[in-house]
């Protein structure tokens, strides 16, 4: 039937169809998600910690000492402006605005929304079409895409600290793996597909986490979220991949993707401060709005960066050879 080849001709195939299917059957049947473990955890949101943390080892696993200058330079650079534009934003949205935020688009939904990133997309989007140093930047995305980054922006612009130990919690596995790697670089050869057969899962996970019925409902708000997520991050983003890299730009699109993870932040924020409650389920069908929205146009642009720059390229060695 040739499944996988089909698949894998969709742009970030291997991370979309999955989400898809899980996001139906949360939407329609949920229960069936839950019948009980091992399948509960793995084809529900209960395993996407354990996924994101495997994938983090073989990640490090895969990371060569000798990558590590031009990991920072590159993928360091550009998850450094996404964690800036923010941190920024976010500040910036609660001094103006409040809790309530602006249009019926609370604060809690903006900055859960913009400060996201799905480094999932990106491993799937990577491993078409970028290079060894483009999927290794895979674990520095990962400390900017979880929840506690939009957790503790709100709690800083509240007055509250930063949580560290979710950092370490974040690199710890991938440092696990790099030790591994270099220590025994037949380890390295030995799990050199890992990165690619959990990227499926990893979509499942954050796709029974993606109710389709509350992100309808909310189109219209969820719409101008996403637009303002894009505003916001593709084209400062994109701006510093092609003009201060010089790079293609396929690499800051793919970072721009707003992720299922997401959609746990206003119950979370809610936990730490309960004047965060009355916004969580507006916030929550907003964002996932965006969710979608973004898996949809994050692989299209991505592709069409890539074959823009490259056919660029193809013309003027043409020229040249002429």
Do not use: W
Request: some cysteine; glycine content about 10%.
């Amino acid at each position: 039937m040739k499944i996988l080849e089909r698949i894998q001709g969709i742009s970030g195939g291997m991370m979309l169809l999955p989400m898809g299917i899980a996001a139906i059957m949360h939407t329609f049947y949920p229960r069936t998600l839950m019948v009980g473990n091992p399948s509960t955890a793995v084809f529900s949101n209960a395993g996407t910690m354990t996924i994101v943390g495997i994938l983090l080892v073989f990640c490090g696993i895969q990371f060569k000492p000798q990558q590590l200058v031009t990991t920072l330079r590159r993928g360091g650079i550009l998850v450094a402006v996404k964690l800036v534009l923010s941190v920024v934003f976010g500040i910036v949205v609660m001094k103006l605005f409040g809790l309530a935020g602006f249009g019926g688009i609370s604060t809690l939904a903006l900055v859960a929304c913009i400060t996201s990133c799905n480094p999932g997309m990106y491993l799937a989007l990577m491993e078409n079409y970028g290079d060894d140093t483009d999927i290794s930047a895979f674990a520095l995305l990962n400390l900017i895409g979880l929840p506690f980054i939009p957790v503790c922006i709100l709690g800083f612009s509240s007055g509250n600290g930063i949580d560290a130990r979710s950092i370490m919690a974040t690199l710890i596995p991938f440092v696990v793996g790099f030790l591994l790697g270099m220590f025994d670089p037949a380890v390295r050869n030995f799990s050199k597909s890992g990165t690619s057969l959990m990227v499926p899962f990893l979509g499942f996970c954050l796709g029974a986490n993606i109710d389709l019925k509350s992100a309808l409902s909310s189109c219209g708000l969820g719409l101008i979220l996403f637009l303002i997520f894009t505003l916001i991050n593709n084209i400062p983003m994109l701006l510093v991949d092609r003009f201060c890299l010089k790079q293609d730009g396929h690499a800051s699109a793919a970072i721009c993707c707003v992720a299922g993870l997401s959609i746990t932040v206003p119950q979370l924020m809610a936990e730490v401060d309960q004047a965060y409650l009355p916004y969580v389920e507006s916030a929550r069908a907003q964002i996932a709005f965006a969710v979608v929205a973004s898996a949809i146009v994050t692989p299209v642009l991505v592709k069409k960066l890539k074959r823009s720059r490259g056919s660029v390229s193809e013309n003027m060695l043409n020229k040249f050879e002429l």
